[in-house]
């Protein structure tokens, strides 16, 4: 049989090709899986260090002055570490999937980054006031964040598109359970709450909840049981200093519940690290798993079983009807090998179906989370909400009309465009 230039050329290679382009992406992932780390590491610190400032404003100076320099020197540390990960990211000639909005984000967290030195002069001098520094604290770890959430976006392996999202959603629900330690330890030095404090509060104990309940469902095992061992402990002081917080304006409780608040709630973050760092370990297993998959792969399925001579020839791979074995005439290629191709072709081509179907999955998560920020953005925008008002209003609409939440959410966006601009009067 002689060559016949209709067909592709040297299929061999081509299959080589679509293993060596998932090689290069998982690689990449694995780059992607240490930065999550140290943006990790980077948020735990930021968190510590805003719980200090936030304790040490509310009390007029009086409380933690000695541990400012220190909490600002380990940011400072963790943030050289994510330094050095981003540098050798960008060393990386191979581009990134999504790589565009994945450096947006990182050029957005490094910008909010460069606010803290002068936010810690104003501190240090008390010229600024606790809402003022808590908020800025938020909008840098929120663009940290937002640069993990864009990472598990871009993922194109589900395994590790599983372990990134669970490990988002811990690090979304650890942040709410920060900006609560904040409001309960300024809330309790002052002895008072008002309503809208009581609201924020709510609200955070609720996200902190569906970000858990995310997390449950996308983490590994040994995550979950570390989760579930930390959920049995006794926390009664706790439950009973959050049911003040969220219930009681005036308080009658002596001064130094906000100290032992900040002990107790610090303590539990303390506790969520331990388990973040072990969904760090899972993160980066499954990018070396998959990794040395592909290159097994790579090497079994392309290298063992196809001849040398087969992959510089071009040639038509023919499977014959099964039971002969009668070699083809022309290249020398036999139906066996032919069948061996094909199988190969298929067995890629299916797996990487699966594969594509199980990352459709996990994206899904990822999809409604953006969906409904995007209609909580729009409330806010033409009503003027704010972030915790929005998510309200979408949740009483998705409990008054018996609706998902993403339902409300894609309707909202629907009619985004019909909407008058933001300051028109109706």
Not at 242 to 258: G, H, K, P, V
Request: one cysteine or more.
């Amino acid at each position: 049989m002689s060559r016949n230039h209709a067909f592709p050329s040297r299929a061999g290679d081509f299959l080589l090709a679509s293993k060596r382009c998932e090689i290069t992406l998982l690689q990449q992932l694995l780059q992607m899986g240490k930065l999550v780390g140290r943006v990790s590491q980077l948020i735990h610190v930021l968190q510590r260090e805003r719980g200090t400032v936030n304790i040490y404003l509310c009390s007029q100076g009086a409380l933690f002055s000695e541990r400012l320099a220190g909490r600002a020197q380990d940011v400072e540390q963790a943030e050289l570490e994510v330094q050095r990960q981003l540098a050798q990211l960008d060393d990386n000639s191979a581009p990134l999937v999504s790589a565009s909005r994945l450096f947006s984000r990182i050029a957005c967290a490094l910008h909010n980054l460069t606010a803290l030195p002068e936010l810690r002069r104003q501190v240090q001098q008390r010229q600024m006031l606790q809402p003022v520094a808590m908020n800025t604290f938020n909008d840098i770890i929120h663009s940290l964040l937002a640069l993990v959430f864009e990472a598990a976006d871009a993922c194109v392996d589900p395994r590790t598109a599983r372990a990134l999202i669970a490990m988002f959603s811990f690090m979304q629900g650890k942040e709410l359970a920060g900006q609560e330690r904040a409001i309960g330890s300024a809330g309790l030095a002052a002895m008072r709450f008002d309503n809208t404090a009581h609201q924020q509060l709510l609200m955070l104990i609720e996200g902190q909840e569906r970000c858990f309940h995310t997390f449950s469902e996308f983490a590994d095992q040994s995550s979950l049981d570390q989760w579930q061992r930390m959920q049995q402990q006794d926390d009664r002081e706790f439950e009973r200093l959050r049911r003040i917080a969220c219930t009681q304006l005036q308080l009658s409780d002596r001064a130094d519940s906000s100290l032992r608040w900040f002990e107790i709630t610090s303590a539990r973050i303390d506790l969520m690290k331990h388990i973040e760092d072990r969904l760090e370990e899972a993160l980066m297993a499954s990018c070396r798993h998959s990794l040395a998959q592909a290159q097994r792969a790579l090497a079994t399925d392309c290298v063992g079983d196809v001849p040398p001579q087969a992959k510089e020839s071009y040639a038509v791979f023919v499977a014959a009807p099964l039971g002969d074995a009668s070699p083809l005439v022309g290249d020398g290629i036999n139906p066996r090998l032919g069948r061996s191709m094909l199988e190969l072709i298929q067995q890629q081509s299916q797996r990487l179906q699966v594969l594509s179907e199980e990352l459709a999955t996990a994206r899904a998560t990822l999809h409604e989370r953006k969906e409904i920020e995007r209609a909580k953005g729009l409330l806010m925008q033409h009503r003027g909400l704010t972030e915790a008002q929005a998510h309200r209003l979408l949740l009483n609409m998705a409990m008054n009309q018996n609706r998902r939440l993403i339902d409300i959410a894609n309707a909202m966006l629907a009619v985004a465009d019909i909407l008058p601009p933001a300051g028109d009067t109706p």
